[in-house]
């Protein structure tokens, strides 16, 4: 069977699924098995998808005008076709950059294996450049890693006010500019040093 799903990227009236219809109904899609979404690509709440997802079945074929309305990024797209394909459910695009993939032959296999590969070499090259920038920074006497709320005169400050009864904790967080639970993660209620404030006095 197959199921289509189309999306646009606002849902205020500017953009129309109409189009996305027309052409998967043209695709022979039933018009009863398309399902929909107005929401941004990036956007993890995506409900008509997760429907969709849940209603494909083995053997279905999951039916796209343009490969850009099913993914986030590429790689959130290859691991979704990975995650179908190894539920025996295949894909076809029917328009757009991605027309030659049709997951149900041997040449759309192909050309989703290329996609595969890009997503594959694009990661690692975001890790090589990563690297290569916490290297650079460590060269220039910076550590990579979460910057800390407090200095260690601050957390000095906060040991030595939490110690006496009568603080206010809220007081003593406004004073600091940050929030009572960010204290706390800094130190306990009688002063003692907790994980991040031992981590900001040990470096």
């Known amino acids: 069977m197959l199921i289509g799903y189309a999306r646009v990227s606002t849902a205020d009236g500017r953009q129309s699924l109409d189009l996305q219809h027309d052409a998967l109904i043209a695709a022979g899609v039933a018009q ?41 990024s590429l790689h959130h797209l290859v691991k979704t076709v990975t995650l179908l ?28 294996g290329i996609f595969a590969a890009l997503a594959e070499f694009e990661s690692e090259l975001i890790r090589e450049r990563t690297m290569a920038g916490l290297t650079s920074a460590r060269a220039r006497g910076r550590k990579g890693g979460r910057r800390f709320a407090l200095s260690k005169a601050q957390v000095r400050l906060a040991q030595a006010a939490m110690a006496n009864r009568e603080t206010s904790v809220t007081s003593l967080s406004k004073e600091l500019g940050i929030r009572p639970v960010t204290l706390y993660r800094y130190v306990d209620s009688t002063g003692q040093l907790r994980d991040y404030g031992k981590r900001v006095l040990e470096g």
């Open 85 to 112: 394909t190894e539920r025996g459910i295949g894909l076809r695009v029917l328009t757009g950059q991605g027309a030659a993939i049709d997951t149900t032959t041997a040449a759309g296999r192909l050309s989703f």
């Open 32 to 72: 009863d098995q398309i399902y929909s979404d107005q929401a941004s690509g990036k956007k993890d709440d995506r409900p008509g998808l997760h429907a969709c997802l849940k209603a494909l079945r083995e053997g279905d074929v999951l039916t796209v005008w343009k490969l850009d309305r099913l993914g986030r």
